[in-house]
């Protein structure tokens, strides 16, 4: 090559490196402190927390810069418009970050539990970001009346639901689906095996290829993950992100106020408390008290609150 020619070669390499020094892109995939971010142009970059700090979360825009390893680091996070946690009692478990929604699915089998839907209400409320709640697996008749007691229950609560079979009547499943989904990022939460896959793959066709794909390049073998997955479904202008099903949804995050605000079933009651820092729990002159006796609060709704005010702002003993 002429010394003019290694010249413009070696500007241009200067300038394509300096293009590729700082871009952002959506983190799509988290594997301890391993990341996938995805580029507006598709392309999947895998990067590492520069000074390995552990404050990525799926879903956060990050700038990353290249590294000589092949492997990008990334520099900084963008503000995010809403992140969603659940904790216990020694740390908080980021679940994923600028989501516009929460699907939290449920079904009669193989567990029915309403604690785990209402805690993720809680959550959700707590972040900011509209909850709907997917009764899944309408197909089993055994053991499917609690859970459509719930359907009921739920409604009364003024939360969106919908009912759908997304293994057996998958079309009528999707057609239902689409409207609450079009146009969002929809997280989705459930306990294990109550279909988020299932429902992923019926909103995502290409889940399956991405899900191999992510786990071949993090190198998980059958390992599952802790970390949420981010899938852009551009045939209708959305993304799901799917979670993997954990049994516990801590809450350890919560103040009291915090879950009478999320829970005006109980809340509305609190209107003639004999104590301004009434807590509803065993003080005298309750308002929410009588009101349970009187048959006005559901008595689960109002066990569910004593169970969160509790672990919320344990009583002075
Ligand atoms: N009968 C019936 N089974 C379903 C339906 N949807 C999903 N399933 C089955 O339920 C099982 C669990 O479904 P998954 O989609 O893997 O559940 P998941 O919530 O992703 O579970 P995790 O991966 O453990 O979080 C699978 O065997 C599905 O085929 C449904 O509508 N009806
Ligand atoms: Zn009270």
């Not at 879903?59 to 996070?77: F, K, L, Q, T, Y």
């Not at 959700?124 to 609690?146: F, M, Q, S, T, Y």
Request: some cysteine.
């Amino acid at each position: 090559m002429s010394k003019k020619g290694s010249r413009r070669a070696s500007r241009q390499s200067e300038v394509s490196q300096e293009e590729r020094a700082l871009t952002s892109g959506r983190v799509t995939a988290a594997h301890g402190r391993h990341y996938f971010v995805t580029t507006p142009a598709g392309e999947r970059i895998e990067a590492h927390r520069r000074g390995k700090k552990g404050d990525v979360v799926v879903g956060d825009i990050v700038r990353i810069s290249e590294a000589v390893s092949g492997v990008a680091a990334i520099e900084s996070i963008e503000p995010r418009k809403s992140l969603l946690y659940r904790s216990d009692e020694w740390r908080i478990k980021s679940l994923a970050a600028n989501v516009d929604q929460v699907a939290i699915v449920f079904s009669s089998r193989p567990t029915f539990n309403p604690w785990f839907i209402w805690k993720a209400l809680l959550a959700a409320h707590e972040a900011g970001i509209p909850a709907l709640v997917i009764r899944n697996k309408c197909d089993l008749g055994e053991d499917a009346e609690a859970a459509d007691a719930e359907v009921e229950r739920l409604k009364g609560l003024g939360v969106p639901t919908m009912r759908i079979s997304a293994l057996e009547k998958p079309e009528e499943a999707l057609a239902a689906l689409l409207p609450q989904f079009e146009g969002k990022t929809t997280l989705l939460v459930g306990q294990s095996g109550m279909g988020k896959s299932t429902i992923l793959n019926l909103l995502v066709p290409h889940a399956k290829a991405a899900t191999r794909e992510f786990s071949v390049a993090l190198n998980l073998g059958k390992q599952t993950t802790t970390a949420a997955r981010w899938y852009e479904a551009d045939e209708w202008q959305g993304a799901v992100v799917d979670t993997p099903g954990f049994q516990e949804f801590g809450l350890a995050h919560l103040s009291l106020s915090d879950i009478l605000r999320a829970m005006p079933d109980i809340a509305s009651h609190a209107t003639d408390c004999r104590f301004f820092n009434c807590r509803h729990l065993h003080e005298p002159g309750c308002s929410v008290k009588a009101a349970l006796e009187a048959g006005e609060i559901d008595p689960e709704r109002y066990d569910f609150y004593v169970a969160m005010a509790s672990e919320a702002d344990p009583l002075p003993r």
